[in-house]
């Protein structure tokens, strides 16, 4: 079988990873990819990116399976394209994808399933929202309504914080995204992010992950589209796992259903878990989480190709009880270029890099995102640039392999996190 992974992401170069040690796949393509998908051994960049042109390859070539990675794509209804032209596609149709294209859709969502989450309003008149502002108080958490790459979203410790974000939104900062915006109780507790993948009926959890959002040490500084990851998460016991499941993810799976929405693909539940073991969503996504996605992947044992191509075909079910994992602890570092997530430089050389084919089996890999070949050498063209990837038997040993693989990266422009994995360690 042949595969195509759309994306560029790390997320994607995981998943093309992963997925070409299926025993069923005969090759990968990756449309457009990076760096990092470029040098492994067993995959392909395709220099696509026009919907017509990845259609059209698809069945050119006799692609047995599509993944797409990113949301906007979804957003857009290419999964929808895909499956209409007798391609076996995974992720969900642009109905389903709604979830995380828009905040105020999700949150009515939630509402009427009965799924729990933080108080809410939404706004589209400034003054409105900063009476509403005046209300409530601080701290609050105010988030563009549509996608922002992982960006949207200020949690405003002081009301003039909070101003700022609803002025920046609705100012036009996110462009359309921040057209309307939705205006949240500040939630305590301890965040996880909870990925399932299903057919619409048949439900598996992956590895539970816990990600880092806030950009420098000490969870402080500016929200990004995550700095590291790690998996498991000690916060998401036996008790709460079962929880989520109970609460959120088969709520969220049959109410689909019961709006007529056929969801197959990866649902991604953001989670605020408090003292009490309780867990409230902060956010649905319609794909796999980045950076939770390299950890995660790194301890999948069973065969993704075969479990995704049963899920696009709506027969997960045969598969769903042999799903297995390594016990050890997967801890990602994401190597981000200085300035992120505002303003960063492009095009720096980065040289040290472990060859793909040593890392393959190894206790850890490097994952790129933000990169691509210029003259065969590896050069950075994103935010968030590689994910250093270590496995342990606990989140120390993890963290350790994944620093060991950080520094003895090369880059004037690297910047990381010292402290991924500090709330496991605490515990």
């Keep these: 079988m042949k595969v195509l992974v759309i994306g560029s992401g790390g997320r994607e170069h995981a998943l093309a990873w992963r997925l070409a040690r299926g025993a069923s796949v005969t090759e990968v393509y990756c449309a457009p990819g ?4 470029a040098l492994e051994p067993r995959i392909r960049n395709l220099a696509l990116t026009e919907d017509d042109a990845l259609l059209a390859f698809a069945k050119r070539e006799g692609i047995g399976l599509v993944v797409i990675g990113p949301e906007a794509p979804l957003a857009a209804g290419l999964a929808d394209r895909f499956n209409d ?35 809410h309003r939404v706004f589209t008149s400034r003054n409105d929202a900063m009476a509403y502002l005046e209300e409530v108080g601080a701290p609050v958490v105010v988030k563009a309504d549509g996608l922002a790459a992982g960006k949207g979203v200020v949690v405003a410790g002081t009301l003039d914080e909070a101003r700022e974000a609803v002025e920046s939104m609705l ?8 057209h309307r915006v939705v205006i949240e109780s500040f939630l305590e507790g301890e965040e996880a992010s909870f990925i399932v993948l299903t057919d619409g009926e048949t439900i598996v959890p992956l590895a539970s ?31 709460v796992n079962e929880r989520v499941m109970r609460n959120v993810i ?34 649905f996504n319609c794909r796999l989480g980045d950076p939770e996605t390299q950890p995660i992947l790194m ?23 042999a799903v297995s994992w390594d016990p050890r602890t997967a801890l990602g570092v994401v190597l981000a270029s200085k300035g992120y997530p505002g303003d960063y430089p492009k095009g720096s050389p980065i040289t040290d890099l472990p060859p793909a084919s040593e890392t393959e089996d190894a206790d ?11 003259d065969d050498q590896v050069v950075s063209s994103g935010g968030r640039v590689l994910c250093a990837v270590g496995l342990g ?27 991924i994995g500090h709330r496991a360690m605490q515990r």
């Design 364 to 374: 850890g890999k490097v994952f790129h995102a933000g990169t691509k070949l210029q």
């Design 34 to 37: 990076n760096a990092g998908t």
């Design 393 to 419: 038997e606990d989140v120390a040993q993890a963290a350790k392999r994944a620093y060991a693989l950080t520094e003895q990266i090369s880059w004037v422009d690297k910047y990381y996190r010292r402290d």
């Design 85 to 119: 032209a007798g391609v076996p596609c995974l992720g969900p149709g642009a109905a389903g994808a709604q979830l995380e294209a828009s905040k105020e859709h999700a949150k009515a969502f939630m509402n009427r399933h009965g799924i729990p989450t933080a108080a």
């Design 250 to 283: 088969r709520p969220a799976i049959e109410g689909l259903a019961k709006d007529g929405v056929v969801f197959r693909g990866f649902l991604y539940a953001g989670l605020m878990i408090d003292p009490k073991g309780e867990a409230k969503v902060l956010e």
């Design 299 to 321: 301890r999948l044992r069973s065969d993704l190709a075969a479990l995704c191509l049963a899920a696009a075909q709506g027969r997960l079910g045969e598969l769903a009880d």
């Design 171 to 178: 100012g036009g900062c996110f462009g359309d995204a921040g």
């Design 209 to 239: 992950s816990q990600d880092h959002k806030a950009r420098d040490e000490g969870d402080q500084g500016p929200n990004t589209g995550g700095m590291g990851a790690y998996s498991p998460a000690p916060v998401v016991t036996d008790e």
